[in-house]
T-cell receptor, first 115, second 112 residues
Framework: NAGVTQTPKFQVLKTGQSMTLQCAQD?????MSWYRQDPGMGLRLIHY???????DQGEVPNGYNVSRSTTEDFPLRLLSAAPSQTSVYFC??????????????FGPGTRLTVL | DAKTTQPPSMDCAEGRAANLPCNHS???????VYWYRQIHSQGPQYIIH???NNETNEMASLIITEDRKSSTLILPHATLRDTAVYYC?????????????FGKGTRLSVIA
């Protein structure tokens, strides 16, 4: 299994540009989520999904869109990039949120800079 | 907001036990305590979780007080590779679709 993969690893955008951060997992996990991590800070939840076709907002959803058309993929879209969205973005997945041992597996992250 | 309180940083000598405390005084009866760690800019990694009994696995031990208001993660023989930020999280586990909420964690530095 490749686990959780994220592309790209690095990205530089100009203010106002849009882009999609890709996340995929090959573990047949129901649950997937996106976090952002600013320098020296903990992770903040952006959006999450408990299954294909179901998404919900986390702590900091503004400026981001998600969709979950398949179990494997959970892309994160930046609609109009702003410098405040400069961050490291982590995608995570787990088998199910309905079981205790919902160990989350994290991807390697995408480092985004918005100029 | 995170429901846990952790010291921002700790040091530990290599080969000694690292004891990382976590306060979760408002924990509910159905909430578990989870520990994750994040090694320098990598994605977080699951370590261990527990409800009220002490737990041990190949990575660490988790000691939860009887009143469940605090817990301690123990790395029995810390190595330089254990240098990381450690996150203590409380979550309902299997009672609903509740995502994990990360705080700022404890930055553990293992010193040779």
């Amino acid at each position: 299994n490749a686990g959780v993969t994220q592309t790209p690893k690095f990205q530089v955008l100009k203010t106002g540009q849009s882009m999609t951060l890709q996340c995929a997992q090959d573990m047949n996990h129901e649950y997937m989520s996106w976090y952002r991590q600013d320098p020296g800070m903990g992770l903040r939840l952006i959006h999450y999904s408990v299954g294909a076709g179901i998404t919900d907002q986390g702590e900091v959803p503004n400026g981001y869109n998600v969709s979950r058309s398949t179990t494997e993929d959970f892309p994160l879209r930046l609609l109009s990039a702003a410098p405040s969205q400069t961050s490291v973005y982590f995608c995570a997945s787990s088998y199910s949120m309905r079981q205790v041992n919902n160990e989350q597996f994290f991807g390697p992250g995408t480092r985004l800079t918005v100029l | 907001d995170a429901k846990t309180t952790q010291p921002p940083s700790m040091d530990c000598a290599e080969g000694r036990a690292a004891n990382l405390p976590c306060n979760h005084s408002t924990i509910s009866g159905n909430e578990y305590v989870y520990w994750y760690r994040q090694i320098h800019s990598q994605g977080p990694q699951y370590i261990i979780h527990g409800l009220k009994n002490n737990e041990t696995n190949e990575m660490a031990s988790l000691i939860i007080t009887e009143d469940r208001k605090s817990s301690t993660l123990i790395l029995p023989h810390a190595t330089l590779r254990d240098t990381a930020v450690y996150y203590c999280i409380v979550s309902p586990g299997n009672s609903g679709n509740t995502p994990l909420v990360f705080g700022k964690g404890t930055r553990l530095s293992v010193i040779a």
